[in-house]
Nanobody, 122 residues
């Protein structure tokens, strides 16, 4: 298991930017693929982006592709989500997650952070 702590959420206007960070406690951080998920109000948790353990590969949900960028700094055991051109529909609680299997569904991840709220005002 990995302890994950997200930060960087907040209130931003449509078209603005935010950068989320997720700090991991594990020494074996480089063993894990790291994902970002979000849960809009009243909806199920959904995939946003994932970066492979090495950092060499990424994948994005269609809804954020071209606007969001996931990256990781293995020396700092931290994963980031740079969010640009934010839209009202990006409003959600954002979670980072660690997994040993590369995937886009929540059940493929074994460790989760507590979440950080992102609110985009229209």
């Amino acid at each position: 298991q990995v302890q994950l702590v997200e930060s960087g959420g907040g209130l931003v206007q449509t078209g603005g930017s935010l950068r989320l960070s997720c700090a991991a406690s594990a020494r074996a951080f480089t063993n894990y693929h790291m994902g970002w998920f979000r849960q809009p109000p009243g909806k199920a948790r959904e995939f946003v982006a994932v970066v492979t353990a090495s950092g060499g590969g990424t994948r994005y949900a269609d809804s954020v592709n071209g606007r969001f960028t996931i990256s990781r700094d293995n020396a700092k055991s931290t994963v980031y989500l740079q969010m640009n051109s934010l839209k009202f529909e990006d409003t959600a609680v954002y979670f980072c997650a660690a997994g040993s299997i590369l995937g886009t569904t929540p059940d493929m991840y074994h460790s989760w952070g507590q979440g950080t709220q992102v609110t985009v005002s229209s």
